[in-house]
């Protein structure tokens, strides 16, 4: 049965949901163990919850401010380089760390010890990471994974 309380995205995003990783090698979910009962999963809120909103106020202020320092400067000369790419995935890494809420059995290296979720950490390896970036990028951009 239809429901309005469907369309209501914001509610959904902001209750989240989970993204299982894939191994990029295989294109199987990854797992820390060998039995698959321990799946590694980042979990994220949506594109509609208020901490994106939040974060995406907070970066449109930081632009408008960049934009009037860089008219100031009246430069014409726009040199691209290496730097945009990282800034770019600067940008990309801190709007994931600031939905990501949590993960489960990341690993920190093959002997089976964990990395413990912080926003610096997520930070950290999204911007590290481009393949880990690149996945969790694309869930949190497709809506149908907070409905």
Do not use: C
Not at 4 to 28: C, F, I, K, R
Not at 45 to 58: E, V
Not at 62 to 87: M, T
Not at 117 to 136: H, I, M, P, V
């Amino acid at each position: 049965m239809f429901s309005l309380d469907l369309l209501d995205s914001d509610a959904q995003s902001n209750a989240g949901a989970v993204m299982h990783v894939v191994n990029p090698e295989t294109g199987e979910l990854a797992y820390l163990d060998d039995e698959q009962k321990k799946p590694v999963t980042i979990s994220f809120l949506g594109p509609n919850s208020d901490a994106y909103k939040k974060h995406s106020i907070k970066e449109s202020r930081k632009n408008q401010a960049d934009e009037k320092l860089s008219k100031k400067r009246k430069s014409v000369d726009v040199e691209i380089s290496d730097d945009v790419y990282e800034k770019g995935a600067k940008v990309i890494a801190g709007r994931l760390a600031a939905v990501a809420t949590g993960w489960e059995n990341m690993p920190a290296n093959d002997k089976g010890e964990l990395i413990p979720f912080s926003k610096e950490k997520a930070f950290e390896l999204f911007f590290k990471l481009e393949e880990l970036r690149t996945q969790s990028d694309a869930f949190f951009a497709d809506k149908v994974n907070f409905i």
